[in-house]
């Protein structure tokens, strides 16, 4: 241990020997240690001796900073140019005086012309140079067409097996090669299907004739088929087959009735939204009236005498006709008097009474009745039956007969009647009581 001790001793005296040695040779460059702090014994703070073996304190190596007296020996001084060279003096002065020239030209308005020749020039020999050696653009895909356009129909329903169908085609491609308009069909619970399909025509109007339709709805759909692909569907144009005619059915009045007003109102029930005429073949009268979205009708129509034949003409929607007839009888359809008298209570004491009776005779359509024969009967208690003459209705249908209630009655009841006769239409009888007081 002591040997050791004098060793490193010895190398501490030859370190100090050769700094004190470089200091002499070049005072300017050499480091001064950086002070230990006092609070770590001495030594760096980041330096964490090893504990002895023996359990007393190593001592700290310090190594020194300053380069060894060997590598001063190899160093040479650099010295500072003060100056730049002429050369380089040169060159800044020639860039200023450039500068300030451009600066002078960009000033009077020269400088975009220039430049406009300079980028045409470059430009043109670029142009060139691509025209020798450049490959050609590729072709672009062709795009497909816009939807073309189905003309609706005016009316959807129609009794046709078939229509004509229009559909207007975007003008661009009117008369072009390749491009084909596809027709389209839908039906319920189905779903498109091509009817058929032509090239397109040299105007912008392309007619499908006689598409033959399916009964019920029929939904048609237009496209146009390019060099680009299929082009979207067109609206929607729909068609309805329906060639069932509608059915005629009267509501009221029943068929055959006898009415007695000028007019009548008839209710009845068919496909909704028909047209609905009727015509009277006895007057003349007419009317129309449309089917409710429920199918019931009614209207008015002016009723003549006697018996009248009405024609109803019913029109659906899709064109289908049917026709059918209703009967009915102004009148109570019978022949029918009615007796009437000027008196019909008398006193005894004041007979004899003269009395007029007037009969009105109607027909079975409840018209007067001219022509019928009437025969009066006048009885009173006391005495015999008073008969008239046979009797003519006039044109009013009237006949009147006149007579006297004699003196000798009897208090009681008596009875006044008439008998009408008509050749095609049989009898008919109607009496009136009388009264002697």
Not at 10 to 33: E, H, I, K, M, T
Request: glycine letters at 10%; aromatic letters at 6%; proline letters at 7%.
């Amino acid at each position: 241990m002591r040997a050791a001790y004098h060793r490193a001793r010895v190398r501490d005296r030859v370190r100090c020997a050769c700094r004190r040695g470089a200091d002499r040779l070049n005072p300017r460059f050499v480091r001064q240690s950086r002070p230990m702090d006092p609070r770590h014994g001495g030594r760096a703070p980041q330096v964490r001796p090893r504990p002895s073996f023996s359990g007393r304190p190593r001592r700290v190596k310090v190594r020194p900073v300053e380069p060894s007296p060997t590598r001063l020996a190899r160093y040479r001084r650099l010295e500072r140019r003060r100056g730049l060279p002429f050369v380089a003096k040169a060159l800044l002065a020639v860039s200023i005086v450039v500068m300030s020239g451009f600066i002078l030209w960009a000033g009077s308005g020269s400088v975009g012309p220039f430049l406009s020749s300079v980028v045409r020039g470059f430009g043109g020999f670029v142009d060139s140079v691509g025209s020798a050696v450049g490959s050609p653009a590729p072709t672009e895909t062709p795009l497909a067409a816009d939807a073309p356009v189905i003309v609706e129909p005016e009316q959807p329903y129609t009794n046709a097996e078939s229509v004509d169908v229009t559909v207007r085609i975007p003008i661009s491609i009117a008369g072009e090669s390749g491009y084909n308009v596809r027709l389209w069909v839908t039906l319920p619970d189905a779903a498109p299907a091509l009817v058929t399909e032509t090239a397109v025509s040299a105007t912008s109007v392309v007619v499908f004739p006689d598409v033959a339709l399916v009964k019920g709805r029929n939904d048609l759909q237009a496209s146009i088929m390019g060099p680009g692909g299929e082009s979207e569907f067109s609206g929607v144009a729909t068609w309805i087959f329906d060639n069932v005619k509608p059915k005629v059915s009267i509501v009221s009045p029943r068929n055959g009735a006898a009415v007695s007003k000028a007019s009548v109102t008839i209710k009845g029930k068919t496909q909704a939204r028909s047209s609905v005429r009727l015509a009277n073949d006895v007057n003349g009268a007419t009317a129309t009236v449309a089917a409710g979205s429920d199918g019931l009708w009614e209207t008015a129509l002016a009723i003549g005498l006697g018996q009248n034949t009405i024609t109803i003409t019913i029109t659906d929607v899709a064109g289908n006709v049917n026709t059918g007839t209703l009967v009915l009888r102004r009148g109570s359809g019978e022949l029918r008097a009615d007796l009437s008298g000027s008196a019909y209570r008398f006193k005894a004491s004041s007979l004899p009474k003269r009395v007029t009776f007037t009969v009105v005779v109607t027909g079975p359509d409840g018209s007067p009745l001219a022509g019928a024969t009437a025969l009066f009967t006048v009885s009173v208690p006391g005495l015999e039956a008073i008969v008239s003459g046979e009797v003519r209705t006039g044109r009013t249908g009237t006949a009147a007969f006149t007579t006297n209630i004699p003196r000798g009655a009897l208090p009681g009841p008596g009875l006044a009647a008439v008998l009408i006769t008509m050749d095609g239409l049989g009898s008919v009888t109607d009496r009136q009581v009388l009264s002697v007081e």
